[in-house]
């Protein structure tokens, strides 16, 4: 499968979220409901949580584990596992307190392979 879909020569796009402290915490929104494009995301936090998915129609929070590495799947790996692993709906929330951030690093198909997935 690595070769077949020369994931050697995959897009990787890095993100740098910053969450500062929010006086009114249950007013805003970190980031929005949404689900990753690609095909896995590596999620890193300052062990500052905020990070929730949804599950069973409700928003549970995710425990923000020191150095680790959280790997979510994206709608890429949905399509091409045609639907076996869902891409997860997720989003973020602040809080009043401390400033929270977090780096994902989403792994995705070559832009050329990309399109060739879509014609099969
Ligand atoms: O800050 C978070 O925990 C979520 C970040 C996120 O979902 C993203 O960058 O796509
Ligand atoms: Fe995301």
New binding site residues.
């Given amino acids: 499968m690595d070769e077949a879909l020369n994931l050697d020569s995959g897009l990787q796009i890095m993100?740098v979220?910053l969450y500062p402290p929010c006086p009114q915490p249950e007013l805003a929104v970190g980031?929005p409901p949404h689900s990753?494009h690609g095909l896995l995301?590596l999620?890193t936090?300052n062990g500052i949580a905020?990070?929730q998915v949804l599950h069973n129609e409700k928003w549970v929070n995710v425990n923000a584990l020191p150095y680790s590495f959280l790997v979510n799947t994206g709608d890429h790996i949905e399509i091409l596992s045609n639907g076996k692993y869902k891409s997860v709906l997720?989003r973020?929330i602040v809080n009043n307190k401390t400033t929270r951030i977090?780096l994902?690093i989403v792994q995705d198909l070559h832009l050329t392979q990309w399109l060739a997935q879509q014609k099969s």
């Fill in positions: 993100t979220n980031m990753d995301t999620l936090q905020g990070l997720h973020a977090s994902a």
